[in-house]
């Protein structure tokens, strides 16, 4: 299994078995700053933008977790965020890739 996005005519794909050891990868897709991140616990995948604030950021590994679910901070300002980009001081970052193209989806919490 493989975790792939195409942005700007730039394809990528990260393999699974390789996200389970990381589970981030700050990384510049069609030059837009984005973070994949992946929780092994529970399958999931999001990719997300790193630019907060006007700011490019790099995201890391929290260790902690929040209903099962990876959790992770920035590494600028030391805030932990959830896998759906909300900060948990309320700040809000966006699911790059697919609400771009699907605005309606619903998000399940």
Partial sequence: MVIALSLHGDNRAWPARILDRHEI??????GVP???TWCPLCGSAVDIEREVDDEVT?????GVLYNSDLV???RNSNT???QDGRRYIGTRLFW???YTFHPDTELIR
């Fill in 25 to 30: 990868v700050n990384d510049t897709i069609g």
């Fill in 72 to 74: 992770f901070y920035d």
């Fill in 96 to 98: 790059f890739a697919w």
């Fill in 34 to 36: 984005i973070a994949i």
């Fill in 58 to 62: 790099e995201f890391g590994v929290s």
């Fill in 80 to 82: 932990l965020w959830d």
